[in-house]
């Protein structure tokens, strides 16, 4: 008996120092799989979103719930035929407990297959492929960012509005191209326009010239496109430079100046786009944000950077929420649904396939800013076709 009574109080005691030590012991780091563009024509989009993401971080102590953050850092250089072996990688070699990626639609939809399939936690911080959250939807898949269908279909609508009738696309043939181009045209003709001519080049080819021989034959009214980073900055200089932007007004999805105004100069200015951000916002938010984020890059931010620190805002609530336990993915989920995100875009709340609901802005090129002009659709949801959520 007396055995006993000591043998369980050693065990007792041993099982108590035991958890004492263990709950001494630091959380493990939290792996965050960065997989963005760091070459290539969307080299700058991928570092501006690295940069607002670790501000949100650095804002929160370097942490998430308590759990320090360890970076696993690939570079996809926006190519499609890659991305299935790197996302592999970051799950299964390196295994990650979230991934954060990334600018390229087509990247994207490989990395939303990997996520569906494996259920690590995905954000996404740029690509709008619509598929995302639309037929892939998956309740561990999240989008700090827009879909494609979203600035196109605002741009239909302003288009229409303005009585435009007659338009011309010209875009990358690939995902994000080809869902602007088609959320425009849903809008625009919706309003009355008229699409009468499709053209594509290859991404991310900027060999533009036979195209825009085609448009000033073909002489519409106004010309939609989408194209972003390094590629819009040639865009806008060869239309310009071909004579185009005095005859044929030029109209974007606003990525086409989101980053680029240094290099686009002159050429850009006046432009048109519509974008869920844009420089002259009296936002208190945005005008912290700005201001962090210049003094700590020495650079003005950019959409990117918005989306890069909102992806985090999102993995911080969710982590919040189960106490930094990646594995409770229903109550991740149902902690980042209710949330408001406070954005420096204006606050926004994500829609049952997880895209944000959110105010897309008519924005006017002026000098080194995209000004806004005012809103161009409000609250705008993406329709989410196909998900089953
Ligand atoms: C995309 O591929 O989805 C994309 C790339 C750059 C800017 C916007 C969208």
Known sequence: MKTSIIRTTVIAATAAALTTAASAQPAAKLKVGLMLPYTGTFAALGNAIENGFKLYLAEQGGKFAGREVEFVKVDDESDPSKATDNVNKLVKRDNVDVLIGTVHSGVALAMAKVAKESGTLLIVPNAGADAVTGAMCAPNIFRSSFSNWQPGYAMGEVMAKRGIKKVATITWKYAAGDESVRGFKEAFEKGGGTVVKELNLPFPN???????????????????????????????KDYSAAGLKKTIPLYGSGFLTDGTLEAQGADAEGLFTALHYADSMDIPKDKSFRLAYAKTYKLQPDVYAVQGYDAAQILGIGLKAVNGDTSKKAEFARAVEAAKIDSPRGAFSLSKAHNPVQDLYLRQVSGKENKLVGIASKALSDPARGCKM
């Open 206 to 236: 900027v060999e533009f010239q036979a195209l825009l021989t085609d448009i000033a034959a073909t002489k519409p009214d106004a010309v939609y496109t989408f194209f972003a980073g390094g590629g819009a900055v040639k865009f806008v």
